[in-house]
DNA sequence: TCCAATCTATCTAACGGTAGGTAGTTAACG
DNA sequence: CGTTAACTACCTACCGTTAGATAGATTGGA
């Protein structure tokens, strides 16, 4: 799906204010006046704003498995930890913003359908590359249990970007996660 | 601060309305609907919507903080820590909604400044409670290994409603709420 | 005790502004 | 000529907020 240019002009400022303060933090109006053209024009690209929504929370997701790679290919199952504790914390404190997905699905019962699934999707991916991860360590667990200990530190993590905004430290979400790291 | 009976209505499906979709997801209209009386009256009761938010906030955090009780008084450290996941899961499970101040915590940035500072307080406020209650245990901690304790806990329940509630799976909090206490 | 003043809680009506969305037009390009 | 990507101009619905009025209860003084 190649997009147009002002596309992802489009999709860039609707991560950015969502990532803020949520799917209603986002208005046609408001991108239209960040990417300089009027707000039917963004009509154009994104038809309604579910549509535009759901387009925002999917290119995030591919995004971040992209960024984290083939799960088979990975160093060690605790480096790959890191570098997944590591993508939060990029997140947080080089873009200065919450998790697009932590904040959708804080909210995502009142969601419309289509962008509360691609939030779903978020979650299920993740958990879904980091069980992968995780079975590559040399004690043999339980399926279930890597399971639940992929959905620990998902949820971990979210969790620490939200406390660490919301008493303005960065360091909280380090040492939250450092912590994780060490069980 | 006593408050009228349709004050206490008032805050009540504002709570419910923030607690499914953020600040954004209730308004002055709605809520008039749902109490049965014009909108007009709502502003009666809370002059602007940065008034009712915050109080909105605020009676959530006087209760939450009032439904732990004395931190002095519980019967040892690990009860007092699964009362504590306890009330998260009410909020989930019972209520069948997320907890307030982790969508508002999510949303902070986008916030009016009242009411972020009030979301900031009920973090402020629950990890004093728990470093008093770690504080009890026999095993002598520093003071900040106790507040990062505090803060992975508060974490990792904010982060598992979430992640529960984004896979309409309430076991997935039982799920890691299990493994957060057996550490 | 009666009356006037005040308070509480609500109403109707409207304000300016913003929301998402649409119909029809225009300009540039291959 | 058709496609792409923008435009102008508009619509309906909703937003928070305010002004002004009103009915009923409460209260304080003559």
Redesign the pocket.
């Known amino acids: 799906m190649k997009r147009?240019e002002?596309?992802n002009e489009i999709l860039d400022v609707a991560e950015k204010m969502a990532r803020q303060g949520g799917y209603?933090n986002?208005?046609?109006?408001?991108i239209?006046k960040a990417v300089?053209?009027?707000?039917?024009?963004v009509?154009?690209?994104f038809?309604?704003?579910?549509?535009?929504g759901a387009a925002v929370v999917r290119r995030y997701t591919d995004r971040f498995l992209d960024a984290l790679g083939d799960p088979e290919s990975v160093e060690s199952s605790e480096s790959a930890i890191a570098d997944y504790i590591g993508l939060y914390r990029n997140a947080l404190v080089d873009d200065g913003l919450m998790c697009l997905c932590g904040i959708m699905g804080a909210e995502v019962e009142a969601l419309p359908p289509i962008v509360g699934a691609e939030a779903r999707q978020f979650f299920e991916r993740n958990i879904k590359w980091l069980v992968a991860v995780l079975s590559q360590t040399n004690v043999s667990n339980p399926a279930s249990d890597l399971r639940v200990r992929a959905l620990h530190i998902i949820a971990t993590l979210e969790g620490a970007m939200i406390v660490a905004r919301s008493l303005d430290d960065h360091e909280i979400f380090d040492s939250i996660a450092n912590e994780l790291s060490s069980l």
């Open positions: 147009s002002k596309a209603n986002f208005s046609f109006r408001e239209a300089d053209v009027k707000s039917s024009s009509h154009y690209h038809p309604t704003k579910d549509d535009l």
